[in-house]
């Protein structure tokens, strides 16, 4: 399915490398995130627009789809278990849900205490939150888009190097109307952002084939 | 809906002074599901949760928690709070990313997202755990039970942790996912996730908690139990006084992340 851009473009950004974005995707609208340069992580958690309580579970989507990886046709699901949105195209092939945001805390468990003053996911995700009337208790683990996260057979994992590209899309349909909050991932310190994070663009549009 | 034995032959409950003798006459009835109290010498508390309950815990550092899956169908849905703090709190992605290892076993971390431990597992002679698939939902279990309310037949762990969580001033925004001791869920390696079932009757696991915590603890199928019908048999759960993890402990330096991680919990006072 060729994916381009419509009359009907909503929205048209281009997130700066390292920083925080937001925006309201209405019930039928198509949300695309292109990895402009490739291999970018791109954090992401989604929330009923109308009721904040109501949000991205990474449990429910795990649970729904009976895998850890997301791509085309995973229905990303809330803590109530009703769909928010879903992957109707991907280039890339998977992305994560298990590993979380990066922060600064937890960069000083996985690379020392001198990450610790280091910009990270959760600092853009309480930032742009905020805005939002969200604070840290409606952080929850995210999806991270184009981040590469294999489970070997002992369950060792970890954040390796990506499979994305200059260009690659993801195609989100809005299932009902979400409030879309991302980290352009600012991480130096593993591969999620090939250590050189670089700007992404977020493309809402009207309708298109279901 | 509690079954209350009806006063026949005894004072009636017509009066006040009536009906008070009959609530009185049942004290010390013993039912499999409750709590022991006072609780057993050398225990903090000690307590059996109902297949399909929930309890909640504010215990001190140190504590020891055991779960027993007593009959071999339980599934322990674990959610833990810094009592006092409950802005720092269990985060079930950390604790798999920064240990490198998505499965629970002998030695793991319970992370908070603060970069502090919560709980060190201290012992396991189960294995099979979950930190990915989190708890049923009513909507899930209404479709695949016919119901998921908490007080009905098949209880969905989202709706008893929610009300575990009201009970200590906390709200639904407040839950993060749980992690699930005692039904095991694997990760084939093209991302499926493959139920590993349970243990059998008698498996137990310790947890030790780092920091002063409140658990909320909800016992119900795991999302992911394959079977068509609603299985949850009892959880013991008790817990001893202890000390947290310090040096000389083998847990304090197991890997380099788990001795930040005990760096940070033991500097909690400069933050």
């Known amino acids: ?74 229905v990303l699901m809330s803590n109530e278990h009703t769909p928010l949105m879903t ?14 945001a990066c922060s600064k805390e937890s960069n000083t468990l996985r690379y020392g205490h001198h990450t610790g003053s280091q910009h990270a996911c959760v600092e853009n995700f309480l930032a742009e939150g905020a805005r939002h009337g969200l604070g840290k ?47 352009n991932c600012p991480q130096v310190n593993n591969p999620c952002n090939g250590f050189d994070p670089t700007p992404v663009r977020m493309t809402v549009t009207e309708g298109g084939p279901r | ?17 009536a009906a008070r003798a009959h609530a009185r006459s049942q ?30 815990l504010s215990l001190p550092a140190g504590a020891h928690v055991a779960l027993t899956d007593r009959d071999g169908d339980a599934c322990a849905h674990l959610v833990l709070f810094v009592t006092g703090r409950p802005w720092e709190r269990l985060n079930p992605a950390d604790t798999v990313k920064v240990q490198w290892n998505a499965y629970l076993a002998t030695g793991s971390q319970l992370l908070s997202d603060q970069g502090r431990v919560l709980a060190t597992l201290v012992e396991d002679t189960s294995g099979r755990h979950d930190a990915l698939a989190g708890a049923s939902t009513a909507a899930r279990n209404r479709a695949r039970y016919g119901d998921g309310s908490a007080h009905g037949p098949s209880p ?68 992911l139990d394959p079977r068509p019908a609603w299985h949850c048999t009892p959880l013991r759960v008790t817990a001893t006084p202890g000390a947290v993890t310090g040096p000389g402990d083998p847990h304090w330096d197991a890997t380099p992340e788990r001795h930040r991680a005990h760096l940070n919990t033991a500097a909690l006072g400069a933050r």
């Open chain 2, 1 to 17: 809906m509690t079954e209350t034995p009806r006063a026949e032959g005894g004072p009636g409950t017509a009066t006040t002074t």
């Open chain 2, 156 to 223: 969905a762990g989202r709706e008893l942790l929610v009300l575990a969580a009201a009970k200590q001033g906390l709200a639904p925004r407040d839950l993060p996912a749980p992690v699930s001791f005692f039904r095991g869920v694997t990760v084939d390696p093209d991302g499926s996730l493959r139920p590993a079932g349970s243990a059998g009757p008698g498996a137990r696991v310790v947890l030790r908690l780092e920091q002063h915590a409140t658990l909320l603890l909800a016992n119900t199928a795991h999302p």
């Open chain 1, 1 to 74: 399915m060729n994916v381009t851009l419509l009359e009907s473009t909503v929205l048209d950004e281009v997130v700066p490398a390292r920083a925080a974005w937001s925006a309201v995707v209405r019930a039928g609208q198509w949300l695309t995130v292109t990895d402009l340069h490739g291999n970018q992580a791109v954090d992401c958690l989604l929330y009923d627009a109308h009721d904040t309580a109501v949000r991205y579970s990474a449990a429910d989507t795990l649970q729904a789809s009976g895998s850890v990886f997301v791509t085309a046709g995973t």
């Open chain 1, 87 to 100: 992957v109707v195209e991907d280039d890339c092939g998977r992305h994560d849900t298990i590993a979380g």
């Open chain 1, 137 to 183: 208790r409606d952080l929850v683990s995210n999806i991270n888009w184009y981040m590469n996260v294999p489970v070997e057979a002992d369950g060792t994992l970890g954040i390796v190097d990506g499979l994305s590209a200059p260009g690659l899309r993801v195609v989100l349909r809005a299932e009902r109307d979400v409030l879309v909050l991302v980290s």
């Open chain 2, 27 to 56: 004290a010390g009835t013993v039912v499999d599901c409750m709590p022991q109290l006072p609780p057993p010498d050398g225990t903090l508390w000690s307590e059996t949760v109902a297949g399909g309950g929930y309890t909640q």
